[in-house]
């Protein structure tokens, strides 16, 4: 495998489920990114994750659990979702974060859609 | 605060003919740009990048763009639109302290 990875592609949950979607990255950087893409809506920034550590939390509701156990993998953890909360998600990666020059890799998403 | 704005949410050319994408950004220190195109149901791919070593930066799929720093823009260009060109493209500024994202435009290209 080569660059990031996601897993599920797809995802259809109901409300009351758990799910988790997964992240790898294979181009040994040291960031990563959760970002949830709406239709009609700008992508936005959920958590970001620098050398395993949790540098930003957007205000994203607590039904929403990041966790990266090394600089390799991100997760996000989900619980009684809302239909809202249908989007594609996708993750990205970047050699370090706070350098401007530096840009973010992204893998193909995932597609989530909450029943 | 950084920001990006993309005039046209929507842009439509024939085959062939010129693509022009506007991005304009505003930023208290000097920027790094960054355009990104994604197809749809797949991720974003970098097209290109400036990080001052030139103005006009040349990127992958015939795609360039010129940075100006007097009209604060980062404008996408492409001489001949092909079909397979047809996807959302990003404009994105980035300084130490954050990464922003413009709300996209796409692209159709006609036959």
């Known amino acids: 495998e080569t660059g990031v990875t996601q897993t599920p592609r797809h995802l259809v949950m109901g409300m009351t489920n758990k799910k988790s979607l997964k992240c790898e990255q294979h181009?040994?950087?040291?960031?990563m990114y959760w970002y949830k893409q709406s239709a009609k809506k700008p992508l936005e920034l959920m958590f970001v994750y620098n050398f395993k550590e949790q540098t930003e939390n957007n205000s994203v509701p607590s039904r929403f659990s990041p966790e990266c156990p090394n600089s390799s993998h991100l997760f996000l953890h989900l619980h009684t979702l809302q239909p809202e909360d249908s989007a594609l998600y996708l993750c990205?990666?970047?050699?370090?974060?706070?350098?401007?020059?530096?840009?973010?890799?992204f893998g193909p998403g995932t597609r989530l859609t909450v029943t | 605060a950084q920001s990006v704005t993309q005039l046209g949410s929507h842009v439509s050319v024939s085959e062939g003919a010129l693509v022009l994408l506007r991005c304009n950004y505003s930023?208290?220190?000097?920027?790094?740009l960054f355009w990104y195109v994604q197809y749809p149901n797949q991720g974003l791919q970098l097209l290109l990048k400036?990080?001052?070593?030139?103005?006009l930066v040349k990127g992958i799929n015939g795609f360039e763009a010129e940075f100006k720093k007097s009209e604060t823009s980062f404008h996408l260009t492409k001489p001949s639109a092909h079909m397979s060109d047809a996807a959302e493209y990003f404009c994105?500024?980035?300084?130490?302290?954050?990464?922003?994202f413009g709300p996209g435009t796409r692209l159709s290209v006609l036959p």
């Open positions: 930023s208290s220190v000097p920027p790094y």
């Open positions: 994105a500024v980035s300084d130490r302290q954050n990464f922003v």
């Open positions: 181009l040994g950087h040291n960031a």
């Open positions: 400036y990080t001052s070593a030139a103005t």
């Open positions: 990205a990666s970047s050699q370090e974060v706070w350098v401007a020059s530096y840009e973010q890799y």
